[in-house]
């Protein structure tokens, strides 16, 4: 069952078991998770940061920049998310998609890069006890995928 739509849900932790047609947002960990759009089951991440996807709120509806191409699935599914709906995008050669990766790590590359020189003339900020015990967001996230 394709899926045309995605409602926003806003959310600490993402649930064990997402439900077709939601979008689930933490903001907390600046990341968003759904069912693909195709219907095939398979759970979409998409992290928000500058060089992954940019998240808008209009007070209703979500929309998600850029397109989701989901490559690594055997559907291959490619939409926007636009005002909550499902816009389908055109499939994409593996030379376009070889070439967007190759943007995406450039210029991840280039945040990294200019993040390290910033890093080095910051003083490092002691951690605290409750700190050093908390999970990460890695680990909550490795959790929750079942790794």
Known sequence: MT?????????????????????????EFATAAHLCACGCGNKVITPFSPTDWQMSF???????????????????????VRSGRIEWAGNMSQEAINAGRKRDAEAKAQVQSSRSVQNVVREPTPLTHEQTEAPSFIDKLKKWLGF
């Not at 899926?3 to 903001?27: C, H, R």
């Not at 209703?60 to 490559?71: D, F, R, Y």
């Open 58 to 80: 209009d007070g209703e509806t979500v929309s998600l920049k850029p397109s989701i191409g989901n490559w690594t699935f055997k559907c291959r599914s490619h939409y926007w």
């Open 3 to 27: 899926i045309k739509s995605l409602t926003p849900q806003f959310v600490e932790s993402f649930p064990q078991k997402l439900e077709p047609g939601e979008l689930y947002l933490a903001m």
